[in-house]
């Protein structure tokens, strides 16, 4: 078996997977940056339901682009999307990403208002001075929570990646962000995770 | 849209989603062990193939329920899935999850000889006097080097879980990792991730 692997080093291995994904994928009328988070997405799942389900709202990349140019803070509401994001492209375009989930305050204040704490982390990250790109891969709530300071006119979030899985409540958190006149990539339906809210920042971040 | 949706707890929210996992998806010869592990993966990825890709090498979760009680020693092959493994369970188990993959002197030594930072980091873990439960989820570097331990006789680890993704050499080397007598799970075929390998090991340790 060992034998019938070929030997080709990481950088090859990325190059020769987008080969195959762009073999195997379906075209569509993407832009050449949405075109690139749509097969980052299948690099990351093996998933071609990616190249269905991604929604940009208009201009999305140029203005994540710009964002992140711009060394934006990105806020995840788990861990694992943060810890998926890259460190080295972060760095580069001195971007931070920060998450509060996991912050012994913000379980305390979930708890004490019987809330979830991805409402009470949306909540930090509003509070924020700076601009804020959210990248959500986990918590339907947490874009509930967006939409209703949206709407309510109490917070104007700078972009939104809006891609929790799930079952239950998911596709619809997603649809309300879609509704908004917000800067979003959105993956539609129950498909997502923190590694795909991971992969679209990675390949926004890619492109510069 | 907003009042489509039902408001129940995180935790009505899971036994909802494993519900409608549970009623869409095909029926199997899994153990209860197999069946969670199974749920557990599609919960994470919305993706039903897992019903089909999942190999459990036999008594293998009796096992890894075994490693998991007695407190293991988990290695990753990427922080994003160390990041995805519930810290609650591991601290209850007295388990811990390692990760060398960003250790500055990984990222030397890889560069110095030419290899992969997957490769080195799997050496790292062979050295350790405890035994090693691996949950790889992005490397098939990684896969083929505990296989050249494994068989040259270097190094026996105590449970590989199996998962990268990827479109190059990934599905090869778990099959490698299927031919030997080591128990393992693994996700055949492309799909995986640093998701799915933190999944499996959730769903291993939520069953103590």
Known sequence: ML???TWVSPGEIEARSMEIISGEMPSGDWTDGELAVVKRCIHTSADFDYAKNL??????VDRALSLL????????????????????????????VRCFMADADVAAEAKERGITRAIVSMERAAALEEPV?????????????????????????????????????VTEAKEL????????????????????????????MYQI
């Open 69 to 96: 140019r711009g060394g934006v803070t990105i806020v995840t509401d788990t861990n694992m999307a943060a810890a998926g994001i890259n460190k080295a492209a972060l760095t580069r375009l001195h971007a931070t």
């Open 177 to 204: 962000i879609r509704s908004l006149d917000i800067p979003c990539i959105i993956a539609r339906g129950r498909k997502g995770g923190s590694n795909i809210a991971a992969a679209i920042c990675n390949a926004l």
């Open 3 to 5: 034998e019938k692997m």
């Open 55 to 60: 929604y940009f709202s208009p201009g999305a």
């Open 133 to 169: 790109f959210f990248a959500i891969g986990n918590a339907p709530t947490a874009l509930v929570r967006l939409y209703e300071m949206i709407t309510s006119g109490e917070f104007v979030p700078a972009f939104i990646v809006a891609a929790p899985v799930g079952f239950v409540n």
